[in-house]
């Protein structure tokens, strides 16, 4: 069956340090990888995109990677701060015959604190 | 500029009456999806629906429908709500059907009892 994989659990880590968030996925070869921010009782906030054929993405204090041999995304954030305490969602962009759509993993929650 | 707009924010129904949502997209964007996320888990995809046509359906049952207007706002209707329909349902606009990041709105919280 088609999975996408994050981890569940909640990842605490201090101030300043960099936060790593994984998304494994299983059965897709999607083209474009998409990941968002979502804060409790809000709708995702888009993040970054990256396309198959790129291995790594920047933007400020965020960077993305994404290995289709082993079917996963790496996402950072560096010098984290609590402002970036939130749940991070994974999304590949699926075209299939149900049409097309972004197919999101669970969540990884980030706890950074002071 | 206005993002995606939902409403309403809450609603509250009980079981085996029916529920209209509804979506307002960034303008200039033609693509209207919704998602469906209980809590703790991603959300859900049931349906894509861009220049007014139905482009996508996901495992979600007959139950569920919706329409696209030709101002390219959008309605989710749920007919026969039961319990388990209860969750934080998604409107995401994009400029075309793909590819692109996606714009969400802030949700429409609804609680079947």
């Known amino acids: 069956s088609q999975k996408i994989e994050q981890n569940s659990e909640a990842l605490n880590i201090q101030e300043g340090k960099t936060a790593t968030l994984t998304c494994n996925y299983t059965?897709?070869?999607?083209?474009?990888l998409q990941w968002y921010r979502q804060d409790p009782g809000r709708g995702p906030v888009f993040l970054l995109l990256?396309?198959?054929?790129?291995k790594e993405k920047r933007k400020e204090r965020l960077k993305v990677t994404f290995d289709t041999t082993l079917k996963q995304s790496l996402f950072h954030i560096t010098a984290s701060q609590p402002a970036d305490s939130a749940t991070y969602l994974c999304?590949?962009?699926?075209?299939?015959?149900?049409?097309?759509?972004?197919?999101f993993g669970g969540g990884t929650r980030l706890m950074v604190k002071p | 500029d206005a993002g995606v707009t939902q409403s309403p924010t809450h609603l509250i129904k009980t079981r085996g009456q029916h529920v209209t949502l509804r979506c307002s997209p960034i303008?200039?964007?033609?693509?209207v999806s919704w998602y469906q996320q209980v809590l703790g888990q991603g959300p859900q995809f049931i349906f894509q629906?861009?220049?007014?046509?139905?482009?996508g359906r996901g495992n979600f049952p007959d139950r569920f429908s919706a329409r696209q207007f030709p101002n390219y706002s959008s309605e989710l209707n749920v007919n026969a709500l039961l319990l388990g329909d209860s969750a934080l349902y998604l409107c995401?606009?994009?400029?075309?059907?793909?590819?692109?990041?996606?714009?969400f709105g802030q949700g429409t919280r609804l609680t079947v009892v």
């Open positions: 995401a606009s994009r400029v075309s059907r793909g590819n692109t990041e996606a714009f």
């Open positions: 059965n897709y070869s999607p083209a474009y």
């Open positions: 990256i396309r198959e054929n790129e």
């Open positions: 999304a590949l962009d699926i075209f299939n015959n149900a049409g097309n759509m972004l197919t």
């Open positions: 303008s200039g964007h033609k693509s």
């Open positions: 629906y861009y220049e007014k046509e139905e482009r």
